[in-house]
């Protein structure tokens, strides 16, 4: 699997001194806000297409195997959303729903991103929530 990368949009830090960062970062379909430490990128920048979720609540199938075509097909619309508050380092949290492109490394893709979960229920599609994104 070839992934494209990504570019970092902006970057934002608590003070000028920081390691820690709130990191924008765009595919060719959306972008999200990662959290970094210690983070030495700068905008502009392309980095690999992995981002690993962090506090991970939620992952599963959306469906079961014997539920309706049309009904699989509504629940498995890929999707990403952000939530949570907005604390000292930013809103990291997001849920939603991706394909699973790499059973084997754990790798589920959404709008473009790639997310490193390790361990995957056994679907194609899999709705997941987690608490923040990080880029390393």
Known sequence: MQLKH????????????DEEADVTLSSEQSTVVAFCHPCAYVAG????????????????APY????????????????????????????????GCGRV??????LVRVFGFVLDFGDLPAADVVEFQFDRLDLW
């Open 64 to 95: 079961l195997e014997d539920w309706p075509a049309d009904e699989k097909i509504r629940l498995s619309a890929e999707r990403l959303e952000q939530y949570g508050q907005y604390g000292q380092y930013g809103q990291f949290g997001y849920r």
């Open 45 to 60: 920048q392309l980095v690999p297409n992995l981002l690993r979720p962090s506090g991970v609540t939620e992952l599963r």
């Open 101 to 106: 492109v790499d059973r084997t490394a754990g």
């Open 6 to 17: 990504l570019t970092i949009d902006r970057i934002e830090r608590p003070s000028a001194d």
